[in-house]
């Protein structure tokens, strides 16, 4: 874009920053806070396979190059154990599911199957593959889940794994099926125009008209019957934060089982990070809202 056009450079460059979660962090710069969340959910990654002695590595369900995932098996048993998937996050373009290990050891006493799950990354495919493939990733959690007499089905994605993971939500074969209980959305995007103006579009590849059907904001369908906890971070960006609150505003019209929590003195990253101990907020209400099957 011409330098000449002032206004809009000056729009690009604030657009940048507001869907950047690194310039947002009230514990270190963009640089550090992203080089330390790495280096914490790897080292927390490295104890999840002996807190789960049962467990399963690189199990397939799709055929993309990234479609696997880890199972990670209660010591209780599989007897009505509910499963709780998680997708990570990277802007669609960064990231691996074998970082992100660290969130299955919160659950690690709660008697869960926990499901970490990775998919194929821009600009290797397109986020309507990606959306296909967590779809897939849906239907291959609901026949596990029907195999080992689960209870239900939960779904939780961070951040760009927040966006894959409310496309469920307007997925009928999924919601449809009983065993499908809820999500939970953190620190997600859900409308996907502001980013045709920034650099993350160059791996996404995004025009106006792709942005806008794989945007949650324009799905119509969501059952009633599902229910959704949308979670924010204090100090996550506040592009982030107002994208929730929207698509909170939107689905609570559709919804009669959705809550917007925000958690308090945490960040974009140390929000995961902090989900390896059992006694953080949002593990506790992760815990009780599938435990108790309520909102």
């Not at 990234?66 to 996050?89: N, V, W």
């Not at 660290?102 to 397109?126: C, E, H, R």
């Amino acid at each position: 874009m011409s330098s000449s056009n002032g206004t809009d450079d000056e729009r690009n460059s604030e657009l940048e920053r507001l869907y950047s979660p690194s310039q947002w962090s009230h514990r270190y710069s963009a640089e550090e806070v992203i080089a330390k969340h790495i280096q914490i959910i790897t080292q927390e990654s490295e104890k999840v396979l002996k807190l789960f002695p049962k467990h399963e590595l690189e199990v397939s369900y799709g055929h993309g190059d990234r479609q696997k995932c880890d199972i990670f098996y209660p010591t209780t048993g599989l007897a009505g154990a509910p499963i709780l998937a998680f997708i990570h996050g990277g802007m669609w373009q960064m990231m691996d599911r074998t970082q992100y290990r660290s969130v299955a050891a919160g659950f690690a006493d709660a008697g869960f199957q926990v499901v970490v799950a990775g998919y194929d990354l821009a600009p290797t495919v397109t986020l309507a593959q990606m959306e296909s493939q967590i779809q897939q990733l849906g239907s291959f959690l609901l026949s596990k889940a029907a195999e080992s007499g689960s209870r239900g089905v939960w779904v939780c994605g961070h951040s760009a794994g927040a966006h894959l993971a409310s496309l469920l939500l307007h997925y009928k074969p999924v919601v449809d099926n009983l065993l499908f209980q809820g999500v939970i959305l953190i620190c997600g995007l859900y409308n996907l125009d502001p980013l045709l103006d920034t650099s993350y579009n160059d791996a996404l590849r995004l025009d106006r008209e792709k942005a806008q059907d794989i945007s949650p904001v324009n799905r119509g369908f969501c059952d009633k019957r599902v229910k959704i906890l949308i979670i924010t971070a204090e100090f996550d960006s506040p592009a982030f934060k107002q994208q929730s609150m929207a698509y909170f505003e939107l689905m609570v019209k559709k919804s009669e089982n959705i809550t917007l929590l925000e958690i308090k003195n945490v960040d974009h990253f140390d929000i995961i990070e902090q989900m390896s101990n059992p006694k953080f907020e949002l593990v506790s209400r992760i815990i009780e809202m599938v435990s108790n099957k309520v909102s």
